[in-house]
């Protein structure tokens, strides 16, 4: 049933699934050999389960959106948000909702069923500095960076109180104070 390819496999016992360096689910090449070749077969190979990955499949979904550029952070296993968003990224791409969140075999299989997305680049702002300076530092034609002097704002000028006899300034006294 199966056509010769590069990949080497051989049936498992149960007769059910295959195993082995190319059909484990991590074999890319061989997997895009074998649907390039009989796409309906594919089809049904996945569907058996024969591309599962023998261990874990948060690693095995990690590592597949990664190759898509759907997953940006690191293969570790751990299904957090990062991985969540690139589920919801990927989905995005093939314009469906996402059946689940989580790591499941069902999830792999459904992504390996399109696996020639590829996601857009993210591209993260940068964060903004706290520096008090940074708005008085420009740049001159050589490349260095130099301190401008801080502008002072304006001030309006002082009203002078008028002169009073004795030399006591009576515009603030309340009545009382002095007798």
């Given at each position: 049933?199966?056509?010769?390819?590069?990949?080497?496999?051989?049936?498992?016992?149960d007769g059910g699934s295959l195993a082995g360096t190319g059909l484990d689910g991590?074999?890319?090449e061989a997997r895009q050999g074998?649907?390039?070749?009989?796409?309906?077969?594919?089809?049904?190979?996945?569907?058996?389960?024969?591309?599962?990955?023998?261990?874990?499949?948060?690693?095995?979904?990690?590592?597949?959106?990664k190759r898509m550029n759907c997953y940006t952070g690191g293969i570790d296993g751990a299904f957090g948000p990062g991985s969540r968003r690139s589920v919801r990224a990927y989905f995005t791409q093939i314009g469906e909702t996402a059946p689940t969140e989580q790591a499941?075999?069902?999830l792999f299989r459904k992504i390996l069923?399109?696996?020639?997305?590829?996601?857009?680049?993210?591209?993260q702002a940068a964060a903004p500095r706290?520096?008090?300076?940074?708005?008085?530092?420009?740049?001159?034609?050589?490349?260095?960076?130099?301190?401008?002097p801080r502008q002072q704002p304006r001030q309006q000028p002082?009203?002078?109180?008028?002169?009073s006899s004795g030399g006591i300034n009576t515009n603030n006294l309340g009545s009382g104070i002095f007798r």
């Open positions: 049933m199966i056509r010769p390819t590069n990949a080497a496999f051989s049936p498992t016992e991590t074999g890319f074998i649907k390039a070749q009989d796409p309906d077969l594919y089809i049904q190979l996945v569907a058996s389960g024969a591309f599962d990955p023998a261990g874990d499949v948060a690693r095995a979904l990690q590592t597949e959106l499941t075999i069902e069923l399109n696996d020639a997305v590829t996601c857009p680049v993210q591209v706290n520096n008090s300076n940074a708005g008085n530092r420009t740049r001159n034609n050589t490349g260095t960076t130099r301190q401008q002082r009203q002078q109180a008028p002169a």
